[in-house]
């Protein structure tokens, strides 16, 4: 069982670069969402998709775009990649968001922005 | 301020030595309160949800209790695979963005033989 898959797992950016993370779920959610980890803050929400054809910003969206390219796939790019994006990132999905079904993760990318 | 805070950050324990782990929210209009376990180099893995004071819930050697300010995980007679970062989540009622679940900081715990 696949469940929510990440890529890449490790990445190293210049400053100015540009990327994508991408992310897909096989268990046929409706929402999904990117969270970043950081050391003493926590996981914070940087952007959801709480169904195909929407998404919201979250607590962090500044420097961040994402795309919900269809049921299965939700990306998240770094236009101009910048240290304080330094970070572990997460995707996570879920049945919905309305009856606080649980999310499921993936097993995170470690970014590194030089 | 933190709207979810959980303590203690770190807890090493032996094998067999029950505790409890602690977090507590200051949000109101509470729609669920969660528990998730990580480790190391992974994301987070879901053990329980928690809706209302009073309610308790069990898994193994773990039971989370919730009361109206906090919730706390009971790890009874512990073994090291139960070694984790475990992480406090609540679910707002209301939220600039819609929905957030709002994730404390968790508590690194280290079980040893």
């Known amino acids: 069982n696949a469940g929510v898959t990440q890529t890449p797992k490790f990445q190293v950016l210049k400053t100015g670069q540009s990327m994508t993370l991408q992310c897909a779920q096989d268990?046929?959610?409706?929402?999904m969402y990117w969270y970043r980890q950081d050391p003493g803050m926590g996981l914070r929400l940087i952007y959801y998709?709480?169904?195909?054809?929407?998404?919201d910003k979250g607590e962090v969206p500044n420097g961040y775009n994402v795309s919900r390219l269809n049921k299965r796939e939700f990306s998240l790019r770094l236009e101009s990649a910048a240290p304080s994006q330094t970070s572990v990132y997460f995707c996570?999905?879920?049945?919905?968001?309305?009856?606080?079904?649980?999310?499921?993760f993936g097993s995170g990318t470690q970014l590194s922005v030089l | 301020e933190d709207q979810v805070t959980q303590s203690p950050e770190a807890l090493r324990l032996q094998e067999g030595e029950s505790s409890s782990l602690n977090c507590s929210y200051t949000v109101s209009g509470l729609r669920g309160l969660f528990w998730y376990r990580q480790d190391p180099g992974k994301g987070p893995e879901f053990l329980f949800t928690?809706?209302?004071a009073g309610e308790e819930k069990e898994k193994e050697r773990l039971k989370a209790t919730l009361t109206k300010k906090e919730s706390f995980l009971h790890i009874t007679a512990p073994k090291p695979e139960d070694s984790a970062t475990y992480l406090c989540?609540?679910?707002?009622?209301?939220?600039?963005?819609?929905?957030?679940?709002?994730f404390g900081k968790g508590t690194s715990l280290l079980v040893t033989p």
């Open positions: 928690l809706y209302s």
């Open positions: 996570a999905s879920s049945e919905g968001v309305v009856k606080n079904e649980k999310l499921f």
């Open positions: 989540a609540v679910h707002l009622l209301n939220s600039n963005s819609g929905y957030a679940l709002n």
């Open positions: 268990m046929n959610h409706n929402s």
């Open positions: 998709s709480a169904s195909e054809g929407t998404t």
